[in-house]
């Protein structure tokens, strides 16, 4: 062979390597680009190969929210109560927040629990987690950790040019409320969750920060509990000028009548007990403004009613 030919056949094989090789480069970009890392509520670090494409979601709000980014589609399962949007209606039930079906929940095949991290069950948790199967946890505390959770979801399951959208709209309309009633003359508010036993939120709590939104002060801000049991003296004490609680619906209790036991609490001398759709302020979702706008609504109503 040739000197020339040699030159040639040596400079096309060089060429092929190179191709070869930049063709693996790609490859490997193109994977590792897939690949998704995010760091959830509980602080863990959570990895998918590629966006998720059957998805179980183990509490309603975590539901809205991934219909609020684009991704209801990919919910294989999800748990009692889940009634939103009427999509999620339809689709396959594998207990409720307190009581997991695991066998279920394996059966479906997921590869992404959602899971809200202070409303499953911690013992049920920890066997989900020994299946090896992906497992993000969800809390927002902030209402603008809401949108956040949308892109988050979004991310996770490949549906960001939905995602991204939607959170910015919540936190247009966010910013609208806030502006709305900044300024506004501080109301003393008791949030009631429950009545027996008698139970509220702390500042940490994400309807803590509705509250503040409003122009409100809950009176049991500081204790450390995210949900403490109140001894009714302490409601006594602390006079509320508004007594804020959930609508009634199955399970849970709305009625703010026994308040009326004492007339001469603030609250109740001048007519401000307001209850609230208990799927508007309780689900940690987008809905929380429809909400949080009864809130600052029924708030003005007690600034109002001073003497």
Known sequence: MRAGEKRKRASRLCSVAVHCVWAFVLALSHATAAEIRLSDDAGRRVTLQQPAQRIISLAPHLTELLFAAGAGGKIVGTVAYSNYPVEARSIARIGDSAQLDLERIVALKPDLVLVWRDGNAQRQLDKLLHLGIPVFYNEPRR????????????????????????????????????????????????????????????????????????????????????????????????????????????????????????PRLRAVARGNLFLIDSDLISRNSPRILDGAGQMCEQLDTARTRRR
């Open 143 to 262: 209402l603008p950790d809401i949108a956040r959770a949308i892109e988050e979801f979004g991310l996770l399951a490949g549906t960001e040019a939905v995602a991204r959208p939607a959170a910015r709209a919540f936190m247009a309309r966010l910013d609208e409320l806030r502006v709305r009633y900044a300024g506004r003359a501080p109301v003393s508010v008791f949030y009631q969750i429950w009545d027996k036993p008698l139970m509220s939120v702390n500042g940490e709590h994400l309807i803590s920060d509705v509250i503040r939104l409003c122009g409100g002060r809950n009176i049991f801000a500081a204790l450390k509990s995210l949900t403490p049991e109140i001894a009714t003296e302490a409601v006594l004490a602390a006079d509320p000028e508004a007594i804020v609680g959930v609508g009634a619906e199955a399970g849970q209790a709305g009625n703010l009548d026994a308040w009326k036991h004492w």
